[in-house]
């Protein structure tokens, strides 16, 4: 909707579309200095006392684990129903 509305404005000439472009990159420049101010590793998490996942399955949990969920190692990401790991689904869909 904010393309749509930039468009009309910049159609009825109350915006310069090389003002707005500066504007744009002088944002882009801050966002991007401040995103790497922000990116700091925090190892605080490893000093928390976290169950290990592991020690809260049961003996019998990688039987009951469909074969088609579990990657053999050096393969290729297994998908499910058209759905990779991470929730993306094929180009084609």
Do not use: C, H, Y
């Not at 882009?28 to 995103?35: A, F, M, P």
């Not at 590793?41 to 006392?49: C, E, I, P, Q």
């Not at 399955?57 to 297994?78: C, H, I, M, Q, R």
Request: proline fraction near 4%; avoid cysteine.
């Amino acid at each position: 909707m904010a393309n749509i509305d930039l468009l009309k404005e910049i159609m009825n000439n109350n915006l310069l579309a090389s003002n707005e472009l500066l504007r744009l990159r002088a944002k882009e420049v801050k966002l991007g200095s401040e995103l790497d101010v922000m990116a700091v590793s925090d190892f605080s998490v490893g000093k928390m006392d976290l169950p290990q996942i592991s020690e809260n399955l049961p003996e019998d949990f990688k039987a009951k684990v469909p074969s088609e969920w579990v990657n053999e190692p050096g393969g290729e990401t297994k998908r499910a129903g058209g759905q990779f790991e991470d929730g993306e689904f094929d180009a084609e869909e």
